[in-house]
Every structure is written in C-alpha cells, then in structure tokens.
C-alpha cells in the first residue's frame, strides 16, 4: 500500500497544519482536535480490519475501553503512574482481550463475524457495567494524567494541555506510519489477499485463520492505544464507552472517511466530531440528524469523503462507481 | 437449590426464552430468506412496549391494545422495508450494518420525541393478575404463565405454517437456496414484505407481552436484540428450529446464571454462545457455508 | 514407469444420500499428465476438492509421495507442492497482475508474519513472481487490474498464479472452459510447456484438446471410475464409448 504523490503531499501538509494549530486556535477548538486525533487513531485501526482484512467487527469499542479501563484502574487518586509501564500494560491488556474474542470469531464469516464480534463485545460492556469496585455504570475518574519521567527529571508534563496535544499529534503520525508500514510488509500482502479472495488465499498456501487473528490483535492493541489516550484526555471512563453505540458510531466514521485509505477514517473522525460539536448547539435530538447522514452514507457514498474527493480529483467516477459494492466482487467476462 | 426453587427458575427460563424465540426467529427469517442483517429489529421490540402502553391508557383495556398496536407496527415495519430495506438487497453487509444502525438512532430519537425519556409501566390486566399455587408455599404469577402459553401457542402456528403452506415452503425454500425460489417465479418482493413485516409484528408483539413484566424505558430493545444475536448465532442462521432451541438454551442459562453465578451472570449467555461455536461455527442447526 | 506421486484409495465424498465420488482408487505417476473426463456430475471437480483439501473425505485416503495428505487443509496442501486451478476463475480481482503472482510466490516463504519487513524487498519472491508472469504469457500486464483483463487472460493469470507457488503437480479443472479458440491453443500450448517438468491431473471437456496433450485418462461416470489407460487404450473402450462418448461428446457444453 503507497499513498499517492499529491496525498503525501496533502498528508504532510496536514501535519504541518495541525503541528501549528495551538498557536493559532482557541482552547476550545484545540481541544476538539485532539479529540478527532484520538477518534482518528481508534478508526485507523478498525481501517485495518475492515479496510485491509475484510473483517466487518462491530465490537472494536471493546479494546478501546478496556485499556481506558485499565489505566483508570492502575491510576492511584493521589498521583498519576508512569506512562512507560501503563501505556504498554494497556495496550498488552488490550490485545489480549482481541487475541481472546478473535481466536472464537476469526473463524467465522460474514453475518456471524459482525454477529459475534458485537456479543462479544457486550459481554466486556457487561462486566464492567457490573464491577462495583470499578465504579460499576457510573464507571472511574482519572484524576492525574500519567506522567513521563526518567529518574527526577520530566520529559513531558501531558498536563500541560499542548504537551498533550503534541503527544497525540506524535501517537496519530506514528500510528499511521506503523500501520502503512505493516501494509508494505510481507504480513500486509497477505491480510490485503484474504480482504480480496480469502479461500484463494488459503489455497495458494496460507492458513489464514492466523492472519485474521493477528490483524484482529493489532487492531485491538492500536485501539487499546486511542483508549488509553482517551481516558487521559477527559479523566472518566464509563461503560458507555465500550458500547455497542461506539462500535457503531466508529464503523460509520470509516466509511464516512474512506475505507482502505488509513489516512480517511481520520477525515471521518474530524468530519464526525466537527458536525457533533455542531449539531448538539442546535438539537438535543442531533443523534436523529446523525441517523439521516449514516443512511445517506450507506446509501450514496460508499467510498467516503476520500473517494468522493478522488473522483473530483481525477473524474474516474464511472470506473469506480460501477465497483462500488466491496461485497460482491464479479469476475468480468 | 431445592425443588420449588428449581421449578420457578425453569418457568422463568422458559418464559424469557419464548421472549426471545419471538424476537430472534424474526431475525433469523430476516438473515436466512433477506440475507440482511437488521440491527433495527430491537426497536421494533420497544416500539411494541410503547405503543402498547400508549393504547393500553387510551382504550384501558391491555387485549385491545395490542390487537390495535399490531397492525399500527405491521405498517411501520412495511414503511420502513419499502423505503429503507429494500435498497439493500444488492448490498455488502457493512452497507446493512450501518443503514440499519442508522435506523436504529432515528427510531431511538422518534421514541425519545413521541414518548420522552422517562420509565413507564403497564399493568398486568385484571384477569391475569393473580397467582396460582405451585407447591404449598409457593406461588407462582398467573401473567408469567400466560406469556410462556401465548410463546407456545406462536411457536406452534409458525410450525405449522412452515411446514403445511405455500408461504411456509418458500420460507424453507427461501432459506436454504434463495435462487431456487426467484426460479419458482414467486414474487420475491411480495415474500419479502411479508417475511419482514411478520418478523417485525413478531418483535412487537414480543414487546408487548413483556411491557407488563419489564418496564417501558428508551433504549428497551437493544439489549434483547444482542441476546437475539446470540440465539441466531447458537441456532444457526435462518433454522427457526434452530432459533427455538437457542431462545431456550439462554433463556434457562439467564434465569440459572442470576441464581448460581450472580456476579456473572449476563456473561453466561456470552460463554455459553463462545463454547457452542468452538463445537460448532455455523450454529446448531446452520448450512455450512463457503463464505 | 515412472514412479507414483499421488494415489487414492477408495476415496469417497458424501453430501447426505449422494456419493459424488465413489470409492475412487487411482495412481497418478510423475511427470505424466493424466486427464480426467465424464459427463458434467461425474464428481470430477469433487475429486479435485479432495486432492486440493477444499474438501474432507467421507472415507479413504490420499497419499503423495507415500504421505497421507487426507486430512490436510488445503493451505497445507499447497505448501507440500501441489498447485490448482479453479473452474470458476479463482484469483484477487482488486490485484494488479503482478500482486497476484507475488501473493503466490511469497506463500513459499517459511511462514509471512513478517510485519516491518518491506515487501518489495524481498527480490527472489519478486523474481519468481515475474517469472510465472513470464510464463502464463502475461509479462506485458504486470500493472492490469485482474478484474480489468479479459477472461482468458484471468484464466492465464490464475495459472501463472498457481506457478508462482512453484508447485510438482498440477491440478487443472477446466483451463480451457469458455475460452475462445485463439485463447485456447494458447492455454494448450501452455499446458504442453508446463508438462516438460510437472505431473499434471487435468479435468477438460474439450475432447480434441484432451487427446492432444494427455498421457493417461481416467473415465469418470456417477461417481465411480468406469476405465483408466492410454488414450488409445480409452478411445478403443466399448464400455466407455457407450457410457460416455455416444452422446457426451457431440452434446458437451
């Protein structure tokens, strides 16, 4: 997977924007951006699923939460822990949550795997909608965002709210350069043959069951990172976060963005967290006007913002509209 | 656990499990002859409790209510198959995924603005209200029994619609082999209306029945649609059989988990689903398919 | 002779009442192309179901080269050296022509988790890819879109994909179905170079094109193996003539 000349351009561009944006913007608005960045991260990584391995999850909020959770449950009430141990722990607590909810419904296919994958997911919303200890459904604060020390001396205050901002900034850049990364490697071939043509890729010698399964592991480790970012930014995790609603929500803005591209779940992020910010001004009932948009979406921009502004850019809308059922891929005779 | 104990948790078992077979064999009928996903069938579910509470205070009378409120649900759910559903029977399934997940918030909201967002119960009608003796010191709500009875009496009529009409051999047809019926020359269109709208009018009905047990509050269906999920998942997609089976197999596991694993209970359902497909992935009475 | 490379014994696929394939025992030697005819039904693309592991016996089993392989799945198949292609064109639509080729030669890398690895680096795969490219005749289209190409060439491209796994026996199930004559005598002329160093277990309709390149054939009718022998040994057959070339020949489709 190569971005195209203009898009690395267009990406650059983009980094350098946000890159100065506490200088120019207010509070409010800076604090918005951050919130895009993280809800960019966590659709990334569900990019990765549905995107590039073909596997349609509805319970990504799952890893999402639960390593928000984690943190919230390491973080002491007089002090914040160090991010080297929390943010690793987090993460690991995450992934194994996937490798464990993946190795039952990996196996699975279609209508099961968007079944079971939300089941599943419920069944974490569940737990922690009834731990008392952990706050049950009113969930924990955050009262110290986790700190960045070597010895006595601190390399990064996130408490500071551009610090954090930049801390974001670097987990998005970073985040998107991994994943392309590991879309350009040998592991990334393969997901993108099983998102093509699954059993042809298991009868040109693949076991694609362990592929799936570290696709989904990933994804649930990057989303476990965009949760942990989460929780640090508005200091409460709730069930609520683990959802099913999220789920929902973050798979809307994939496609919102542009499934496939990385780069176009975070103009999903941003276009969805813009218009929310919005909406809500005017209407207390804005989730009825989100409800319109994800019908129209599903209906008439099944390629995203990303693909609408390709076929602007290069006007190859017949081609690409003509292919736009990802689901049925006929084999033209 | 002693006797009496054991027998009431079966009878609460078996009720909520005819709940569920309700709402999930129309779901299962969606998946297997549609092949579409309905995230949207639970509010159906809640919709059905509304309404029902809604006529249930303007006519006082519960029956009557629901004999007015399906028909009111029967043309929503057609509305909505004509002017949403309809356009998915080419599409991939996240296409489904997130109309229906769109309709979800829509009718979540129309909830919201008809009824707002307060609680609300329905009483048990007068002539179900009372309790019959189980044992000699225990009793047991007559209204529970009547729910597992009308579950009963549902479950049997499909079965016999299933197995003895034209609409009930293309519904067989239908869900083992969807070109086979499209060859027949039936009009697809007509069986699809009828099988979303009976799955919808299932739902509701489901909701209804349960308004006088469960309170009416916004957000009612999603959780009896995740645990409908479950059922299709553990029956096998499309095997109303199938459905019936799982409706009963979480339905008893619920009510025995509150009882055993208090602490774990709404994760039972969840390990029990884990644990039948490891044994098998396309669900007890699923096709196996290639994709 | 040359020695056995792949046999079965009484291998047998059921769907409820149907047995598709019958109790079927064959040896298939080296560097042989051994071609598999009957009527549409006689189990043939159930019989490579079997042989590829897309499907489990009922009962029987498959040795090659003395292994049992009949309870292998059918990536692990592949990875002992045993390549197919599919009636229905089998490839990744969404793939330029050499993705679909490198997606194949890199199945012989020990395993692919490799996750920072550059792809593009690994030059053999590359190589190989490129070379299978060269071989199924598609060198000039390494940048098409499959699904963009014509049907013949996706049918090329599916065994240049197939050679990319650098496989010891072929398993063809109608290369040549739907394909115009031009297209045809090129996939046979494929078939004929790919014969110089690989067995080939062939399924084909086109009868001409059978005697042509075949050392062997295998008779197939409900199920069962009604003869197997050298083409002339086949054609002379009462029983088969009766069975089989009467009618199937002149009404194929």
Redo the contacts between chains.
């Keep these: 997977m190569e971005f195209s000349r203009p898009v690395r351009w267009l990406l650059l561009l983009a980094v350098l924007l946000l890159a100065v944006f506490p200088f120019v913007g207010a509070d409010y608005y800076t604090e918005l951006v951050v919130r895009i960045m993280i809800f960019g991260i966590f659709a990334m990584s569900l990019d990765l699923l549905i995107g590039f391995t073909g596997l349609v999850s509805f319970g990504h909020a799952a890893f999402f939460g639960l390593a928000g959770y984690v943190l919230a449950i390491v973080t002491p009430e007089s002090s914040g822990v160090s991010l080297f141990w929390s943010l690793p722990l987090s993460i690991l607590a995450s992934g194994l949550a996937a490798a464990i909810i993946g190795w039952f419904s990996v196996r699975t296919t279609g209508i099961y795997f968007i079944m079971i994958t939300l089941a599943f997911a419920q069944m974490v919303f569940y737990y922690f909608q009834e731990a008392v200890q952990w706050g049950g459904s009113d969930g924990m604060f955050l009262f110290f965002r986790p700190t960045v020390t070597i010895g006595n001396t601190v390399i990064l205050d996130l408490e500071q709210n551009r610090t954090f901002y930049y801390f974001v900034l670097g987990s998005l850049v970073a985040s998107l350069l991994l994943v392309k990364r590991l879309l350009g490697s040998p592991f990334g071939r393969v997901i993108m043959g099983i998102k093509a043509n699954e059993s042809r890729t298991r009868a040109i010698g693949y076991a694609t069951f362990y592929y799936k399964w570290v696709s989904f592991i990933i994804a649930g480790m990057l989303a476990g990172l965009a949760g942990y970012l989460e929780v640090t930014h508005t200091g409460t995790i709730s069930p609520g976060y683990l959802a099913w609603h999220e789920s929902g929500i973050v798979i809307m803005v994939v496609v919102l963005g542009g499934l496939g591209t990385l780069y176009g779940p975070v103009i999903g992020a941003f276009v969805f967290v813009v218009l929310q910010d919005t909406l809500q001004d005017y209407t207390s009932h804005w989730l009825l006007i989100m409800g319109i948009l994800v019908i129209l979406i599903a209906l008439f921009l099944p390629k995203g913002v990303t693909g609408l502004l390709d076929q602007i850019l290069y006007r190859q809308g017949i081609q690409n509209t003509n292919n736009e059922d990802h689901g049925h891929q006929d084999h033209r005779t | 656990m002693d006797l009496t104990v054991f027998l009431v948790q079966v009878l609460n078992g078996v009720q909520y499990g005819f709940l569920l077979f309700l709402v999930s064999s129309g779901l299962t009928l969606v998946?297997g002859i549609m092949g579409i996903?309905n995230?949207a069938h639970g509010a159906f579910y809640m919709f059905g409790a509304y309404i029902v509470f809604w006529l249930n205070g303007v006519l006082g009378n519960f029956f009557m209510a629901i004999l007015l409120g399906v028909p009111i649900m029967i043309v929503l759910s057609l509305v909505i198959e004509r002017f949403?559903i309809s356009?998915l029977y080419?599409?991939?399934?996240?296409?489904q995924?997130?109309?229906t997940?769109?309709?979800?918030?829509?009718l979540?909201?129309?909830q919201?603005?008809i009824w707002g967002s307060d609680f609300y119960s329905v009483p048990v009608p007068e002539i179900l209200s009372g309790r019959i003796a189980l044992t000699e010191n225990q009793d047991y709500p007559i209204y529970r029994l009547f729910i597992s009875v009308v579950g009963l009496l549902l479950a049997g009529g499909m079965y016999l619609v299933i197995q003895k009409t034209r609409l009930g051999m293309i519904v067989r047809a239908g869900a083992s082999n969807r070109e086979m019926v499209e060859v027949l020359g039936i009009n697809i269109n007509l069986v699809f209306s009828i099988v979303f709208s009976v799955g919808a009018a299932l739902a509701a009905f489901s909701g209804m029945i349960a308004a006088p047990v469960s309170s009416v509050f916004p957000g009612m269906g999603?959780g009896i649609l995740?645990v409908s999920?479950?059922v299709?998942?553990i029956g096998g997609?499309g095997s109303i059989k199938g459905a019936f089976i799982g409706a009963m197999l979480i339905g008893l596991a619920t009510t025995f988990g509150q009882v055993l694993l208090p602490?774990l209970a709404?994760?039972v359902?969840?390990?029990l689903?884990?644990g039948i497909?490891?044994w098998r992935?396309?669900?007890l009475y699923g096709r196996t398919?290639?994709? | 002779m040359t020695p056995v490379i792949l046999s079965t014994q009484d291998l047998t696929a059921q769907f409820g009442a149907i047995s598709a394939v019958d109790f079927v025992s064959l040896e298939f030697r080296q560097q042989q192309l051994h071609a598999i005819i009957g009527p549409n039904g006689a189990g043939k693309t159930t019989f490579i179901n079997l042989l590829s592991g897309e499907l489990m016996p009922t009962t029987g089993t498959i040795h090659y080269l003395g292994k049992d392989i009949s309870q292998l799945s059918a990536d692990k198949i592949s990875r002992l050296g045993i390549g197919r292609s599919f009636q229905k064109t089998n490839i990744f639509p969404t793939f330029s022509c050499l993705q679909n080729c490198l997606l194949g030669a890199q199945s012989r890398l020990p395993h692919s988790m490799h996750f920072f690895q550059r792809a593009s680096r690994l030059t053999d795969v590359t190589e190989r890819a490129q070379r299978s490219l060269a071989l199924c005749g598609l060198s000039d289209r390494e940048n098409s879109i499959a699904a963009m190409m014509s049907y013949g060439e996706q049918r090329q491209l599916e065994i240049g994909m197939m050679l990319a796994t650098e496989p010891q026996l072929l398993l063809l199930d109608e290369p040549l179905a739907g394909m115009g004559t031009i297209e045809a005598q090129r996939v046979i002329e494929l078939i004929q170079a790919l014969k110089q160093d690989h067995t080939i277990i062939l399924i084909e309709h086109d009868m001409q094109a059978v005697f042509v390149v075949a050392d062997r054939l295998t008779v197939m009718v409900n199920g069962k193996v009604i003869a197997t022998g050298t083409v002339a040994e086949i054609r002379a057959n009462k029983m088969v003539q009766e069975a089989f070339f009467a009618d199937e020949v002149i009404g194929d489709d």
Excluded: K, W
């Excluded at chain 2, 080419?90 to 296409?95: E, I, K, P």
């Excluded at chain 2, 997940?101 to 829509?106: E, S, T």
């Design positions: 998946f996903i995230l949403a356009y080419q599409r991939d399934h996240l296409c995924l997130l109309l997940y769109g309709l979800i918030l829509i979540n909201e129309a919201l603005l999603n995740i999920f479950v299709v998942v997609i602490n709404s994760m359902v969840y390990a689903m884990a497909l490891v992935p396309q669900g398919t290639s994709s």
